[in-house]
């Protein structure tokens, strides 16, 4: 079992986490942001995840995603001794770092020019593809991810790999998994999840779920996220947030649905991600021009002490659920079937070598009595006190529940 089935990962994008800023520019000293991040590891942990994905760390001309040298930690952030002190104070928690390469396309400052491909990377000029038919290129990636591995990091989130043709990683990986056998290694992909396969990735980033969670809650069709649930895979990297989405605070039509949301979130299989600033109920919306990322993009204060208090309740959601998915650590591998579903009601029956978990959700101004799907106890949900005369299946108005199997003693 790989240990990215006990993995919750906390996201950060560090570049906009620390306040660096939007452009670096050639010889400005270097800047030890990184500590920054080292004084919300605690915090981390008291949210009740374990391992930290870190957006682009490495020397780039903008937002991390063009990047210039891939061996060098970005000026803007620090140097490789805050990369290892970080790698350090990580290690003396027992946090697993995962890390993001840029290994489909490069900043156009990018020395080796004759790896570029003949084409920019979705319009955007300063980005350049690489040639994946190089065998420079292959080595290169291949040379990259062992270093950092080497250097502590636990795994790779691999950006834009479902631009890069399938055949380049089968090539790669097998040289780092070789001297990195535990190393967990994540694409990104938008749509089908054969592409892990096809690539021969530990997972693929579950963009469908992503899609299915909110727009079912926001449309109250709840069919649509059963649908999705139909497709999903234990192989992927779940979540409700990241960099490139605008944060499902400012997603949902009704604020009352986040728990739901977070509910299906942690109750499904997949290893989960949870995006910074989505634990507070941050707000932020993506916008198609320059800069428009920013908003999703922001910096955090010096300390959890300076973060404002209207995130606590939600806050204390995450921590609600993410403890439930720390008690059933089996749910990264279970099999989740729709026992119920109607517009606005699903019951999902999550089960792994005879243990169970239902997750219920209502989407109406109405309470709903759910049909018994199997004896059981309310573990989580949305309001704190259990309707009792209605047991553990009559849930009311807008709510969400988790209910578990009551397990007989003898």
């Not at 942001?33 to 760390?57: A, F, S, T």
């Not at 300076?306 to 403890?323: D, K, S």
Request: glycine share 8%.
């Amino acid at each position: 079992m790989s240990w990215a089935e006990h993995a919750i990962f906390w996201h950060v994008y560090p570049l906009g986490f620390t306040g660096a800023p939007p452009a670096a520019e050639p010889g400005e000293p270097v800047v030890h942001r990184l500590k920054h991040l080292e004084g919300w590891l605690d915090y981390l942990i008291e949210l009740g995840c374990n391992g930290l994905q870190l957006g682009p760390v490495f020397a780039s001309s903008t937002h991390g995603y063009d990047t210039v040298d891939h061996f060098a930690i970005d000026p803007r952030l620090g140097d490789d001794s805050d990369f290892d002190h970080l790698i350090a104070a990580c290690r003396e928690r027992g946090i697993r770092l995962l890390l993001d390469g840029v290994f489909n396309h490069v900043g156009r400052a990018f020395r080796p020019a004759a790896w570029f491909g003949s084409a920019t990377f979705e319009g955007h000029d300063a980005l350049v593809v690489l040639d994946h038919r190089s065998e420079a290129v292959r080595e290169h990636v291949i040379t990259v991810m062992n270093h950092w591995l080497d250097r502590g990091a636990d795994g790779w989130r691999l950006d834009a790999a479902y631009a890069v043709p399938p055949d380049f990683w089968r090539a790669v990986l097998p040289a780092v998994r070789e001297r990195h056998p535990e190393a967990w290694i994540v694409g990104e992909v938008i749509h089908g999840l054969d592409y892990r396969e096809r690539a021969g990735l530990d997972a693929v980033t579950q963009y469908e779920l992503w899609k299915a969670i909110w727009s079912s809650l926001n449309d109250r069709n709840l069919f649509e996220l059963s649908w999705a649930l139909d497709r999903h895979s234990p192989d992927t990297l779940t979540f409700v947030g990241n960099h490139d989405v605008t944060r499902i605070a400012s997603r949902l039509t009704n604020p009352a649905h986040l728990g739901h949301a977070l509910a299906v979130l942690f109750t499904v299989a997949g290893v989960p991600s949870v995006y910074y600033g989505d634990e507070q109920a941050f707000r932020g919306v993506k916008e198609d021009r320059a800069g428009g990322d920013d908003a999703v993009r922001p910096a955090f204060p010096g300390s959890p002490a300076e973060l404002a208090p209207f995130g606590a309740e939600v806050l204390r959601t995450h921590q609600r659920l993410i403890g439930l998915r720390r008690r059933f650590p089996w749910l990264a591998r279970a099999e989740t079937t729709v026992a119920h579903v109607t517009n606005r009601q699903l019951a999902l029956r999550a089960e792994h070598e005879g243990q169970v978990v239902v997750t219920l959700l209502n989407l109406d101004d109405a309470p709903y009595q759910f049909p018994a799907v199997e004896p059981g106890v309310v573990v989580a949900e949305s309001s704190p006190t259990p309707d009792r005369d209605r047991g553990p299946y009559g849930l009311g108005a807008q709510a969400w529940r988790v209910v578990t199997r009551t397990v007989e003693r003898s």
